[in-house]
């Protein structure tokens, strides 16, 4: 009954390729996140989904991809993989709208380590 | 200037003493504020949310904030070695519509035997 699941747990795969992370949440939670976290621990958003809507878009290659289908999940398709792309992504949800400040706490997944060689 | 900066650490306390974890934001209006721990390898998992000023205390965790100073911090009492971990801050800023937590870069403790 984990709340939030991601898969795969790692990922190693050549430059060039194309990648899929998929990620799904039973907390009944509105709103779903991508975060990056670099080799320096910094944990960045990338996009977020409240409902199927995209809502948070940013600044970030457009080889990244999300979709959501549905509020419980959301998926992340990345092209042309770079070393750069190298990180630990997460997925997180939280009740976050509309509702206010007090919606905003997120819960994480246990992340993707990708590893682009 | 950063719009959530940490002292990255390591901080290091003996077991038993109190850790005291900084945080200071940019963003005058934000209102939301969050501490995560994350585990080496693992995910942020939160720990603390508050969001008046003044202090809100849960088990040995005490989160505290003083939004005139854009200040927040996390007290741990009785520093145990299994709260080893970085310990993220992050911020909710104001403003209306759907809004993005931002994120500090952590603060690394360690609590020695």
Same mark, same amino acid.
């Given at each position: 009954?984990?709340?939030?699941?991601?898969?795969?747990?790692? $990922?190693?795969?050549? !430059?060039?390729?194309?990648?899929?992370?998929?990620?799904?949440?039973?907390?009944?939670?509105?709103?779903?996140?991508?975060?990056?976290?670099?080799?320096?621990?910094?944990?960045?958003? !990338?996009?977020?989904?409240?409902?199927?809507?995209?809502?948070?878009?940013?600044?970030?290659?457009?080889?990244? *991809?999300?979709?959501?289908?549905?509020?419980?999940? #959301?998926?992340?398709?990345?092209?042309?993989?770079? $070393?750069?792309?190298?990180?630990?992504?997460?997925?997180?949800?939280?009740?976050?709208? $509309?509702?206010?400040?007090? *919606?905003?706490?997120?819960?994480?997944?246990?992340?993707?380590?990708?590893?682009?060689? | 200037?950063?719009?959530?900066?940490?002292?990255?650490?390591?901080?290091?306390?003996?077991?038993?003493?109190?850790?005291?974890?900084?945080?200071?934001?940019?963003?005058?209006?934000?209102?939301?504020?969050?501490?995560?721990?994350?585990?080496?390898?693992?995910?942020?998992?939160?720990? !603390? *949310?508050?969001?008046?000023?003044?202090?809100?205390?849960?088990?040995?965790?005490?989160?505290?904030?003083?939004?005139?100073?854009?200040?927040? *911090?996390? #007290?741990?009492?009785?520093?145990?070695?299994?709260?080893?971990?970085?310990? #993220?801050?992050?911020?909710?800023?104001?403003?209306?519509?759907?809004?993005?937590?931002?994120?500090?870069?952590?603060?690394?403790?360690?609590?020695?035997?």
């Amino acid at each position: 009954d984990t709340a939030v699941s991601q898969t795969p747990k790692y $990922l190693v795969t050549q !430059m060039g390729n194309d990648k899929s992370i998929k990620c799904e949440q039973n907390l009944g939670h509105d709103t779903m996140y991508w975060y990056k976290q670099d080799s320096k621990k910094f944990l960045k958003i !990338m996009f977020s989904y409240n409902n199927k809507e995209l809502i948070i878009n940013e600044t970030v290659p457009n080889r990244f *991809s999300p979709k959501s289908p549905d509020k419980a999940h #959301l998926n992340l398709h990345i092209n042309s993989l770079e $070393l750069g792309d190298s990180a630990v992504y997460f997925c997180a949800s939280s009740q976050a709208g $509309l509702a206010g400040p007090y *919606s905003y706490e997120q819960y994480f997944g246990p992340g993707t380590r990708l590893t682009v060689t | 200037q950063k719009e959530v900066e940490q002292n990255s650490g390591p901080l290091s306390v003996p077991e038993g003493a109190i850790a005291s974890l900084n945080c200071t934001y940019s963003d005058r209006g934000s209102q939301s504020f969050f501490w995560y721990r994350q585990y080496s390898g693992k995910s942020p998992e939160l720990i !603390m *949310s508050i969001y008046s000023n003044g202090d809100k205390e849960d088990g040995r965790f005490t989160a505290q904030l003083n939004k005139a100073s854009q200040y927040v *911090s996390l #007290l741990i009492r009785d520093s145990q070695p299994s709260d080893s971990a970085t310990y #993220l801050c992050a911020v909710l800023p104001f403003s209306g519509g759907y809004q993005k937590v931002t994120f500090g870069t952590g603060t690394k403790l360690q609590v020695i035997p």
